[in-house]
């Protein structure tokens, strides 16, 4: 199909200093928790989105010097000639497809802890980043920079420049911004010098003006020059001669970096989770930039839609596109668009599971592409699939996330699938979810995959098809894959962290009440011992329906792992605002249907409150009768023609969505691709065959 001329812009070559991006497509520099330790999965991981169209393709965050040293968090370093090869895998790969390599040099200053080197962290006066998230909390604090030890860092930047100059990159970054060195000379806060370095705005713009500069006379014209710098904190300060701190840093700059590379403070507020912020939620602060400046500038905003990336360009907010998120979730976006394919873009949902991977220190894992991270480790690439080998068909069963990827996958690859599931509508899961505050953009898992399968012939699709094992030995498929799910349970959290007995009262409910249609009566305890997302859109949802609610946790906070996804601020901040109680470090011990009973976690103190209601939003059982009323009835299997049943997502192992789209991808790709072990927890059709156990950790 022809590409729309609407979108013709977004396919301008855009001259950045001595290099010319193909496209205004940037892959904005992410972590991809890759490191140099996997220089292959990296390689291929940023391959796959310059092939995807993204005419610019960035490294994440490169240490210049062992001072800057984020362990255990990922990172990597051009710390010396060592370091070159490694990443020149990764510039051979990403110009193999005609785009621009761009590598984000960087010192972490405070911010890096520096638990591998040792090395005291440098900062412009001493002052800490006093982190609120054990994650990031240290107790170490940084050394005051004197200036020798400034002109230590211009000297590093400039060495690595040169180094990424020898690695092949056409874009080398000075990095000014979420708390990083030079950003820490920038703010008064970090920044209590009383030389030419502190004090007045011009002064703390100093360093990253000679950043710059050493950057410059290290790559000559061979590279552009690239200044990626945080504005949401100055543009909160007024200015003296503009009307924030952010238009004077730029003023004072304009000019000096071939590209401008504008962003926000805060994870949370950068990354920001369609929970609590739209698509182009950085414009505020960052769309003055381009009145400042001659130089291009390119800026974020999980940007998914090729009319809202023309309206940026249209309106002067940015020059280059950029993409973190969206580059993850559809590396061939660019493609797509160029191709005339854009419905078939699979949007970023915003969850920030990619973001949680990074904390883990993980390669990256996305909720709508389960190919991301695994384009090396196990060959899978976003849009080429095997052929099938046999003329087997598969049946799916159950079509929340896990069947709807498999049944794509499969489809994709050519089988012939049947996918039933019993209710009337799909999605499983999210049909109850994406119902709930700020979860509507999750959607986009249930929607992606209802496009393509509406465009694969060869899957049938059977709603209000409840089956059962005597249904399925007549249906004549190959291979049976139930996806059938999980359901909450009632289950207590006992004093050791072991599920214990629920309560034995009136009014005691689950999300599947909820997901049912039950609307509690108040007031209403959601006891949350999941502490991922669920509990806190819950209690969130009954407040807004009125009614008196409070939170209870076993956690030291609200939707504690959400720390993981950059969301959890932001979720207590709305359980705040919509009047719900919050009791963390609580353990529920009792309720009689009027009260109900809590222990603090650590101090044994015993409290009651009024409560009509609970909800407990704990632990998840797979729903497995489907898979034991057929598994009594394995010796009729052959008979029937079914070689194989197996388990996918939450039917296997409760989990996120996330973990369910990627078992289901799994067994899509690997169905006979593997002869001898088809998939874990999958039996075959013979009378002693034994289930297969597949090794996690290939
Ligand atoms: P997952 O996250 O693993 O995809 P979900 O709970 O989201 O799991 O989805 C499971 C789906 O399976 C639900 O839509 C449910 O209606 C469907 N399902 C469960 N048992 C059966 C069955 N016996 N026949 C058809 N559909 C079923
Ligand atoms: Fe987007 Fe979620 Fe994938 Fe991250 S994990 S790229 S936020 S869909």
Same mark, same amino acid.
């Given at each position: 199909m022809a590409r729309n001329p609407r979108f013709d812009v977004l396919f301008e070559p855009v001259r950045i200093g001595p290099v010319t991006a193909p496209n205004r497509f940037y892959q904005v520099?992410?972590?991809?928790?890759?490191?140099?330790?996997?220089p292959n999965v990296r390689a291929r991981f940023r391959e796959i989105k310059a092939e995807g169209g993204w005419g610019v393709v960035c490294t994440g965050a490169v240490s210049?010097?062992?001072?800057?040293d984020d362990s255990p968090l990922p990172f990597a370093s051009l710390?010396?000639? !060592?370091d070159i090869r490694n990443h020149a895998l990764m510039t051979d790969a990403v110009h193999k497809h005609g785009a621009l390599a761009g590598v984000e040099l960087w010192h972490g200053g405070a911010?890096?802890?520096? $638990?591998?080197?040792r090395i005291a962290p440098v900062s412009p006066s001493g002052?800490?980043?006093?982190?609120?998230?054990l994650g990031f909390m240290g107790n170490l604090r940084p050394r005051a920079m004197d200036l020798a030890d400034i002109a230590d860092l211009v000297r590093w930047q400039a060495q690595a420049a040169r180094r990424a100059l020898a690695a092949g990159f056409d874009i080398v970054y000075v990095y000014a911004g979420m708390g990083y060195l030079p950003y820490e000379f920038l703010l008064p806060e970090y920044n209590q010098r009383t030389?030419?370095?502190?004090?007045s705005i011009a002064n703390r713009v100093r360093l990253v003006r000679e950043l710059l500069e050493a950057t410059r006379d290290a790559v000559g014209d061979r590279c552009a020059v690239a200044l990626r710098i945080s504005l949401e904190e100055l543009r909160g300060r007024p200015g003296t001669t503009a009307p924030s701190e952010a238009h004077e840093v730029v003023a004072l700059l304009?000019?000096?970096?071939?590209l401008w590379d504008v962003k926000m403070d805060s994870s949370p507020t950068d990354c920001a989770p369609s929970r609590f912020s739209p698509e182009g939620s950085h414009e505020p602060i960052i769309d003055f930039v381009k009145r400042v400046t001659k130089k291009p500038v390119v800026g974020v905003g999980r940007f998914t839609s090729p009319d809202v990336m023309v309206s940026q360009i249209k309106r002067g907010v940015l020059d280059l596109i950029g993409g973190a998120r969206p580059s993850i979730a559809d590396p061939f976006l660019p493609r797509k668009i160029d191709e005339g394919r854009e419905d078939e873009i699979r949007e970023c949902? &915003?969850?920030n599971i990619c973001i949680s991977s990074w904390h883990d220190g993980v390669p990256v894992r996305c909720t709508q592409n389960p190919t991301a991270g695994e384009e090396? $480790? $196990?060959?899978?690439?976003?849009e080429r699939f095997a052929a099938p080998s046999s003329e087997a068909s598969v049946l799916v069963v159950g079509a929340g996330p896990a069947g709807l990827e498999c049944a794509v996958t499969l489809g994709r690859r050519g089988y012939p699938v049947t996918l039933a599931d !019993?209710? $009337?509508?799909? &999605?499983?899961?999210?049909r109850f979810e994406?119902?709930?505050?700020?979860?509507?953009?999750?959607?986009r898992v249930l929607d992606w995959r209802m496009g393509q399968l509406r465009t694969l012939p060869n899957v049938s699709l059977y709603p209000e098809s409840a089956l059962e094992a005597l249904d399925i030995l007549g249906l004549e498929h190959t291979h049976v894959v139930l996806a059938t799910g999980a359901r909450w349970s009632r289950m207590l959290c006992g004093a050791n962290e072991f599920p214990i007995a629920p309560p034995a009262a009136p009014r005691v409910y689950t999300p599947d009440d909820l997901a049912a249609g039950v609307v509690p009566e108040g007031p209403i305890a959601v006891f949350d011992f999941?502490?991922?997302y669920l509990a806190g859109a819950i209690a969130e949802q009954l407040a807004q329906l009125g009614r008196e609610v409070c939170y209870v946790t076993?956690?030291?906070?609200?939707?504690?792992?959400?720390f993981m996804t950059n969301e959890q601020p932001l979720v207590h901040r709305a359980l705040v605002k919509a009047g719900v109680a919050i009791h963390t470090m609580q353990r529920v011990?009792?309720?009689? &249907?009027e009260e109900l009973a809590l222990v603090?976690?650590? &101090?044994g103190r015993e409290s009651r409150l009024p409560c009509r209601s609970l909800v407990i939003v704990g632990m998840r059982t797979p729903r497995n009768e489907l898979y034991d009323s057929l598994y009594a009835v394995s010796a009729d299997w052959k008979r029937a023609g079914i070689a194989s049943v197996t388990r996918i997502g939450d039917a296997l192992a409760p989990g996120a969505i996330v973990h369910a789209v990627h078992s289901g991808h799994r067994y899509a790709r690997e169905l006979e691709a593997h002869p001898a072990a088809p998939a874990e927890a999958s039996r075959a059709a013979s009378a002693d065959a034994m289930p297969y156990l597949r090794d996690f950790s290939t």
């Open positions: 520099p992410h972590a991809s928790g890759m490191t140099n330790a996997l210049i010097h062992p001072s800057s710390w010396d000639t !060592r911010c890096s802890l520096n $638990r591998t080197s002052m800490p980043w006093l982190s609120t998230h030389d030419a370095y502190g004090g304009a000019d000096v970096p071939d949902i &915003g969850c090396w $480790r $196990r060959g899978w690439h976003p !019993r209710e $009337r509508d799909f &999605g499983g899961r999210m994406t119902r709930l505050p700020g979860l509507a953009t999750w959607g999941d502490n991922y076993t956690a030291g906070g609200v939707s504690a792992w959400t011990t009792g309720f009689d &249907g603090d976690w650590f &101090g």
